[in-house]
């Protein structure tokens, strides 16, 4: 599975977009970005995933880039309940076993 | 909704203590997993099954073993408990391949082992 590179944290007022970046520049023509968030102890909570074209659900939508070696999660309207760590992961839809999450984005919503 | 419930949310043990995890899901979902979470280090694969009876290991198995006897449950299981396994404990579960295969996570077990 393709490594990621998301940034250690980010602030986002009330309110506003957040739009959380991820790089993912060894992704593999048949894997999936997938985007999950951890709320302080609670287990993961799937968000979204996508193959290449922008994907969009009640939580979230998602920007991958024409050449995928890059993707945005964007939260079109932040609340407090949104801070959370949200990881960013690269794998094929196939294997799903291995599911390899890193440090993730420490987003911070602020009133 | 799917719903995966984890036995309990906090669970102190003694070293060399024979620990039990249990996780149920509700979804009749064929794959679970077990990870455990550590400051800094991320989630890490502990086990995972895709169907009754059956186990693979993920990046960290030494010192556990796991058991799935029911769809709906697999249980981790800590032969010998030592300090080096206070963490927290994850369970997932995920449908079969080609059906999303996103993971569903329950709120996690926080053990200590003293």
């Known amino acids: 599975d393709a490594k990621t590179t998301q940034p250690p944290s980010m602030d986002c007022a009330e309110g506003r977009a957040a739009n959380l970046p991820c790089n993912h520049s060894?992704?593999?023509?048949?894997?999936?970005v997938y985007w999950y968030r951890q709320i302080h102890s609670q287990g993961p909570q799937y968000i979204i995933h996508?193959?290449?074209n922008n994907e969009t659900n009640e939580m979230a939508s998602l920007i991958i880039t024409e050449d995928r070696k890059s993707s945005t999660l964007i939260l079109p309207h932040a609340t407090l309940r949104d801070t959370a760590v949200y990881y960013c992961i690269v794998r094929v839809a196939a294997g799903g076993f291995k599911t390899i999450f890193g440090a993730g984005t420490r987003l911070f919503v602020k009133a | 909704d799917v719903k995966v419930t984890q036995s309990s949310r906090y669970l102190v043990k003694r070293t060399g203590e024979k620990v039990f995890l249990e996780c149920v899901q509700d979804?009749?979902?064929?794959?679970m997993f077990w990870y455990r979470q550590d400051p800094g280090l991320g989630l890490r694969l502990i086990y995972f099954?895709?169907?009754?009876?059956?186990?693979e290991k993920g990046d960290i198995p030494e010192g556990y073993s796991v058991s799935r006897e029911k769809k709906e449950r697999f249980s981790l299981i800590l032969e010998s408990a030592s300090t080096n396994q206070t963490s927290m404990y994850l369970c997932?579960?995920?449908?079969?391949?080609?059906?999303?295969?996103?993971?569903?996570f329950g709120p996690g077990t926080r053990l200590t082992v003293l």
């Open positions: 099954s895709y169907d009754v009876k059956m186990k």
């Open positions: 979804m009749d979902h064929e794959n």
């Open positions: 996508g193959l290449k």
């Open positions: 997932a579960s995920s449908p079969p391949i080609g059906m999303g295969n996103e993971q569903f």
């Open positions: 060894t992704i593999s023509g048949n894997e999936y």
